[in-house]
């Protein structure tokens, strides 16, 4: 789309909708956004007009400086040399110094001297020192380590800027993966209207393999879709009426007829992104050590340099070495990589994380994760399916699919959640489900029709107690004491089977429980069903310890408890009647949220319904605390290495570090900090 049709695309928009407080605020959110990114661009940019401009007219100060041609060994002479290198550096300085200049000043307003307090006074002090050579005091001038230190520092600025807009970017290109237009159905024929003019209630084609436009639920059609993008889910989700869908995820192969319930700044997508971005900006513990850090460095550059500066005069009474090591002292104790240690960590991570479907909306609480010693997970939905499914079949007579199949086509017709577990049962099994006459409901008790000329009855152990037949009730008493729920197959009033149901446990959570109990975290679990289904789902995943029978208000009780054993805990839930127990957690942790970005009361929320990915949420936690430490120790130890050289500790044996070698070392650790930062990727 061209600017200029973009923007009267943008005037009719506004035209059609001015008039509507809600889009009004959602398009104001949408351009308070958009000018944040546009401040961040502008920045990058100035950064690098800067830094071109200073490394330019570096070029002509390297070649008149006297000691660079000595190092080189030739020879250039021009007439009012040092006039002339004045002048080209007091451009660089003023130009290319300008924004540690004023940061210098910002900084000392606020009373929180940092970075920009240290470079500024580190090429001030440069400046004016070779400004005085030039006009008649001995020593000799600065310029070129002046130059070349503010080309470092307008680099290292310059590509930091860069890294961290790069990772904001990438959430932000998830919004650019929305389409433009969407096909809307209106009076039965198809018009593309702009997406921004749905409402919710409207009806959009998708067609195959397009993006869909909008949040909404499927009206008509079939197909699979691929939610990647959006869960890290790389298997296409199939999809039929009464399932939802979400703005960005890619269509497959057949057309679908989406009615929209989201729209603009309500989507999922615009949600996760804000989520992001707070999460970006909300100060980590982390943060707050670093800044620590850079006040102190600020302090011993300072004292540092005074200190050189007094120690030389003294010792040698040469007022300009004595100036030149009390400046490169200076240049060096500023340590960009500190400033960049944490935040760029931070940027990857929540961004890495919303890409897998982990949202982190409090990044202190994702913080604490990496100290978690006790995971509570509630059980059902979250370890199991929440759906009944057959666990066992045991035959009497004749072989488990004759069982399973007799039950399944008599109960093929009922809506009750242990029917329907029968029947998707015989259906894994492929089996082809039999004709039934004369079907009627025994009430309380089960059904019972006929199959093949012989009365089928489907039953619960109360109608066979009635009926004299409690021997095979002990048939099954192991099944039963369990927790299960089991139900009797008869033919012609004789029990041929017994099939065994439960809460299905989720293949996943075996996996689940063995990763988290390899990181050395217990595995416990909350539920309200009885103890013996607890014990059994206990037993099956191998947890640690388990609470049965706990009614919603009393799970936060029971975090409670575990806390006071000196645990560091979190909650695993689906966010509904958990949500006092997710508050109470150290790290309150909402499963299955899908798009449901609204949990107010969870600390992190997992898109997927997998118990896996709260291994994967701690790993990433500890991870991301190890990158940021490694960023700090490196940037720190940077320091205290090189701070010796320059105030010349050395110097008897010939060791000496210039500004210029100061900068670029310290540059070089800068880009060891962002690559670093990076490799939280892998």
């Known amino acids: 789309m061209s600017h200029k049709h973009e923007e009267n695309h943008i005037h009719e928009h506004h035209e059609h909708h001015d008039h509507h407080p809600l889009r009004r605020e959602e398009e104001h959110a949408k351009s308070h956004h958009v000018h944040e990114h546009h401040d961040h661009q502008a920045m990058v940019e100035e950064y690098k007009r800067r830094f071109i401009f200073s490394a330019i007219l570096t070029i002509p100060i390297l070649l008149l400086s006297p000691s660079i041609q000595e190092f080189l060994n030739f020879k250039l002479v021009v007439p009012g040399q040092l006039y002339l290198l004045f002048i080209l550096s007091s451009a660089v300085y003023l130009y290319g110094g300008w924004p540690f200049l004023t940061g210098l000043i910002d900084e000392i307003r606020k009373k929180m001297p940092g970075m920009r307090v240290l470079i500024g006074v580190a090429i001030s002090t440069a400046y004016l020192y070779s400004g005085?050579?030039?006009?008649?005091?001995?020593?000799?001038?600065?310029?070129?380590?002046?130059?070349?230190?503010?080309?470092?520092?307008?680099?290292?600025?310059?590509?930091?800027?860069?890294?961290?807009?790069?990772?904001?970017?990438?959430?932000?290109?998830?919004?650019?993966?929305?389409?433009?237009?969407?096909?809307?159905?209106?009076?039965?024929?198809?018009?593309?209207?702009?997406?921004?003019?749905?409402?919710?209630?409207?009806?959009?084609?998708?067609?195959?393999?397009?993006?869909?436009?909008?949040?909404?639920?499927?009206?008509?059609?079939?197909?699979?879709?691929?939610?990647?993008?959006?869960?890290?889910?790389?298997?296409?989700?199939?999809?039929?009426?009464?399932?939802?869908?979400?703005?960005?995820?890619?269509?497959?192969?057949?057309?679908?007829?989406?009615?929209?319930?989201?729209?603009?700044?309500?989507?999922?997508l615009s949600q996760v992104i804000e989520l992001v971005k707070k999460a970006q900006e909300t100060r980590s513990k982390t943060q707050d050590l670093a800044n620590k850090a850079a006040f102190l460095l600020t302090i011993i550059a300072l004292s540092g340099g005074a200190i050189t500066f007094t120690a030389w005069l003294f010792f040698r009474a040469d007022i300009a070495f004595?100036?030149?090591?009390?400046?490169?002292?200076?240049?060096?104790?500023?340590?960009?990589?500190?400033?960049?240690?944490?935040?760029?960590?931070?940027?990857?991570?929540?961004?890495?994380?919303?890409?897998?479907?982990?949202?982190i909306r409090q990044r202190d609480a994702f913080e604490r994760a990496r100290e978690l010693q006790a995971v509570i997970f509630d059980k059902t939905g979250t370890l199991t399916k929440g759906e009944f499914g057959v666990t066992d079949i045991v035959t009497f007579s004749g072989n488990s699919n004759d069982v399973l199949k007799l039950a399944a086509s008599l109960e093929a017709k009922s809506e009750h959640p242990i029917a329907q577990g029968i029947v998707r049962a015989a259906e894994k099994q492929s089996l082809v489900l039999e004709e039934v006459e004369e079907f009627r409901a025994l009430p309380g008790r089960g059904v019972e029709g006929k199959i093949n000329g012989k009365i089928i009855r489907v039953v619960s152990p109360g109608y066979l107690e009635e009926n004299g037949l409690k021997d095979y009730i002990e048939k099954v008493r192991e099944l039963l004491d369990q927790g299960k729920t089991v139900v009797f197959v008869l033919e012609d009033n004789t029990p041929i089977g017994a099939i065994a149901l439960a809460d299905m446990i989720r293949e996943e959570s075996r996996e689940a429980i063995n990763m988290l109990k390899k990181m050395g975290i217990r595995c416990i679990m909350l539920t309200g069903d009885n103890k013996s289904v607890a014990k059994w789902v206990s037993d099956e995943l191998g947890l640690d310890e388990y609470y049965a029978e706990v009614l919603p208000h009393e799970k936060a009780e029971v975090v409670k408890k575990l806390q006071s054993r000196g645990l560091r805990v979190a909650m695993v839930g689906d966010g509904i009647n958990d949500a006092p127990a997710l508050v109470q957690a150290d790290v309150g942790i909402a499963i299955g949220a899908g798009t449901d970005v609204a949990i107010e009361s969870a600390d992190i929320i997992l898109v997927r319904n997998d118990p896996?990915?709260?291994?994967?949420?701690?790993?990433?936690?500890?991870?991301?605390?190890?990158?940021?430490?490694?960023?700090?120790?490196?940037?720190?130890?940077?320091?205290?290495?090189?701070?010796p050289l320059a105030a010349g500790i050395l110097y008897s044996i010939g060791i000496l570090l210039t500004p210029a070698m100061g900068a670029a070392l310290m540059s070089l650790s800068t880009v060891i900090v962002a690559i670093n930062a990076r490799l939280l990727k892998l």
């Open 132 to 268: 005085l050579i030039v006009f008649g005091f001995p020593g000799k001038p600065f310029f070129w380590e002046l130059a070349t230190l503010i080309d470092i520092m307008l680099l290292g600025h310059w590509i930091e800027m860069k890294s961290v807009l790069g990772a904001s970017r990438a959430l932000e290109e998830m919004v650019k993966l929305l389409p433009s237009t969407a096909h809307l159905i209106k009076n039965n024929s198809i018009i593309d209207v702009p997406v921004e003019e749905l409402k919710p209630g409207d009806r959009v084609l998708v067609k195959p393999g397009e993006k869909i436009p909008v949040d909404g639920i499927v009206i008509d059609g079939h197909s699979s879709v691929n939610e990647a993008m959006l869960t890290g889910e790389s298997k296409p989700v199939e999809k039929s009426p009464g399932d939802t869908v979400i703005a960005g995820s890619i269509n497959g192969e057949g057309s679908l007829v989406v009615e929209v319930t989201k729209t603009g700044a309500d989507t999922y």
């Open 612 to 643: 896996r990915d709260v291994a994967t949420i701690i790993r990433l936690a500890r991870k991301t605390y190890r990158k940021m430490m490694e960023n700090l120790l490196w940037a720190t130890g940077y320091n205290a290495l090189a701070l």
């Open 322 to 359: 004595a100036l030149e090591r009390a400046v490169t002292v200076m240049v060096i104790a500023c340590p960009h990589a500190l400033g960049l240690a944490v935040p760029l960590v931070v940027a990857v991570s929540t961004s890495l994380a919303a890409r897998n479907g982990f949202l």
